[in-house]
C-alpha cells in the first residue's frame, strides 16, 4: 500500500498570513496513463470532505485562488497564501493512483 | 444539481448486518467509478471499496470477505452491503465519485455496539 506522510500535523496561522502543508508518498503516485492522482481536501468541523486540488495543482470549480497546490513524484505540497477563518479545518492528502485508495493523516489548520 | 445522498445508517450489533444506500443525481453512477470511504470517530479517512463503471469491485483488506458494494443503475444508486459488523466499523460512511474524489455525499453514521 502507498504510505501518504502529512506535515504538519497542526497548523496555527494568523488571519492574512500563509500556510503550507506537505505530503509525501511512500512510492511515485504517476499513474500509466501518465497522471498523478493527487488530491487535497478539506473538512470543516462536522462537514464531509470537499475537494481543493486534484491532479497535484488543479483547483476544483468553486475553490478560491488562494489555495494552490504542487509537486511532483513523491512530494507535494498545499499552501494557502493568506489563510481567512473559514479555512479553520483538516485538510487531506490521498492517492487514486493504486488501490487502495490511501488518504494522509490529515493537518489541523487553525487560528491562532 | 449535482449530489449524493448516503442512507441507511444506524445502531447494529456486532455480527449483525447492514445495508447503506447512495442515491446520486445530476450524473450517472454506472458511468463512473465510485467509492465508499469512512471515518471513525475523532479519526482520519479510510478508502473501503470501489466498483467501476464496467463492473468489477475492490475493498480493503479491513473489509474484505464481509463488505459487498453494488449498484443499481435504474435507480442511479450505489450500495454498500456490510454483514459480519465489528465495533471497529463503527464511523461515518461517505460515498464519493472516485478518481478525482470530486463529489462526496453528507454520510451516514453507522454504530456497532451491543
Known amino acids: 500500500d502507498i504510505v501518504m506522510t502529512q506535515t504538519p500535523l497542526s497548523s496555527p496561522v494568523t488571519l492574512g498570513q500563509p500556510a503550507s502543508i506537505s505530503c509525501r508518498s511512500s512510492?511515485?503516485?504517476?499513474?500509466?496513463?501518465?497522471?498523478?492522482?493527487l488530491s487535497w481536501l478539506q473538512q470543516r468541523p462536522g462537514q464531509p470532505p470537499r475537494l481543493l486540488i486534484y491532479?497535484?495543482?488543479n483547483r476544483f470549480s468553486g475553490v478560491p485562488d488562494r489555495f494552490s497546490g504542487s509537486g511532483a513524484g513523491t512530494d507535494f505540497t498545499l499552501k494557502i497564501s493568506r489563510v481567512e477563518a473559514e479555512d479553520v479545518g483538516v485538510y487531506y492528502c490521498?492517492?487514486?493512483?493504486?488501490?487502495?485508495?490511501?488518504f494522509g493523516g490529515g493537518t489541523k489548520v487553525e487560528i491562532k | 444539481e449535482v449530489q449524493l445522498v448516503e442512507t441507511g445508517g444506524g445502531l447494529i450489533q456486532p455480527g449483525g448486518s447492514l445495508r447503506l444506500s447512495c442515491a446520486a443525481s445530476?450524473?450517472?453512477?454506472?458511468?463512473?467509478?465510485m467509492s465508499w470511504v469512512r471515518q471513525a470517530p475523532g479519526k482520519g479517512l479510510e478508502w473501503v471499496s470501489v466498483?467501476?463503471?464496467?463492473?468489477?469491485?475492490y475493498y480493503a483488506d479491513s473489509v474484505k470477505g464481509r463488505f459487498t458494494i453494488s449498484r443499481d443503475n435504474s435507480k442511479n444508486t450505489l450500495y454498500l452491503q456490510m454483514n459480519s459488523l465489528r465495533a471497529e466499523d463503527t464511523a461515518v460512511y461517505y460515498c464519493?465519485?472516485?478518481?478525482?474524489?470530486?463529489?462526496w455525499g453528507q454520510g451516514t453514521m453507522v454504530t456497532v455496539s451491543s
Open positions: 464519493a465519485r472516485d478518481g478525482n474524489f470530486d463529489i
Open positions: 445530476g450524473f450517472t453512477v454506472s458511468s463512473n467509478y
Open positions: 466498483i467501476y463503471s464496467g463492473g468489477s469491485t
Open positions: 512510492q511515485s503516485l504517476v499513474h500509466s496513463d501518465g497522471n498523478t492522482y
Open positions: 491532479k497535484i495543482s
Open positions: 490521498m492517492q487514486a493512483t493504486q488501490f487502495p485508495r490511501t
